[in-house]
């Protein structure tokens, strides 16, 4: 059954059913009240209209519960589908899309352009307040250009990946999303970050999200993509990863493509102090809700130990 507006009909739930999941829920609204929660809407995750706006108001639900909700948008189908209008050729090396002069001008339009404020007019239509900036505003991503080697298979030789305007952040000035959230509003970024020299930098939107939970010493940072989180190689759901376990799926081949920029982001912030980095498929409703304010979580947590580590 449809509602006029085209939503689906909510199910008839059972008075115990609410207060169970109430109870469940408001030991989880302390625990994060006051703390940064950073979330990385990945291009795949804003899979139609309705899902956008059912993010939003999760997202919205988050701020009025207290809790300092930050967002970092992605957008590489929705770059892709532009540079293919503009037949622009593009390429993927590790997960990273490699980026020319004028392919980075086109990642610049679509991320901080379109994107950008259609995430914040989402927020805005869910009920809440949303500043919309890239990492170029306020100088809150300082970029370099990132060095990668890869290994010739055949000769064993470390040769360097030319990537072009790929970067990476080399300073974080979160004092301007402390001025954002003072002002009782949530930041959307797009992550673009420019150079000390002004270059333009084209940033992997999770290594982004990473360098602002970092920064903002997020208690949590999800990472919402189209997948229901790391899938084992009989595509098994992992639920908790340890750092070591982390590092190992990677070096055999299990984790590959956009799942590597992912897994190295968590690993990391991890390490910098981030209590918890979790992978979840955005394309489930309320995934957001159901990750933070339910016992078992929904994705795949990665932790120092990859034990439970609730406090
Ligand atoms: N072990 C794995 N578990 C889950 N997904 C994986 C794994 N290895 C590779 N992937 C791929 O990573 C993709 C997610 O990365 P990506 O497409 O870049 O997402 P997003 O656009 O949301 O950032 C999945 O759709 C899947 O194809
Ligand atoms: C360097 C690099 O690959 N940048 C990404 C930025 C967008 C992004 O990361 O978006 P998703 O999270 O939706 O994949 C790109 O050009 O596609």
Redesign the pocket.
Known sequence: MTKPSGETAVPHISREDKAKVLSEALPFMQRYDGRTVVV?Y????MGSPELSRRFARDIVQLKQSGINPIVVH?G??QIGRMLERLQINSAFED?LRVTDRETVGVVEMVLAGSINKQVVADIQYAGGRAIGISGKDGNLVVARKLRRTRKDPDSNIERILDLGFVGEPEEVNADVLEGIAASDAIPVIAPIGTSPEGDTYNI???TFAGAIAVATGAKRLL???????????N?RL?RELSLAEARR?VHDG?????????IETCISVVEQGVEGAV?LD?RVPHIVLLELFTEHGVG?RVSMTGASDDD
């Open positions: 990385k990945g291009g795949h995750a992605g590489g189908p997960g992997n939107a999770d990472l919402l993509t189209d997948v229901e989180g790391v899938l084992d190689r595509k992992i799926l299990t984790i590959s493509g956009g799942m590597i920029p992912k992978i955005g795949t």
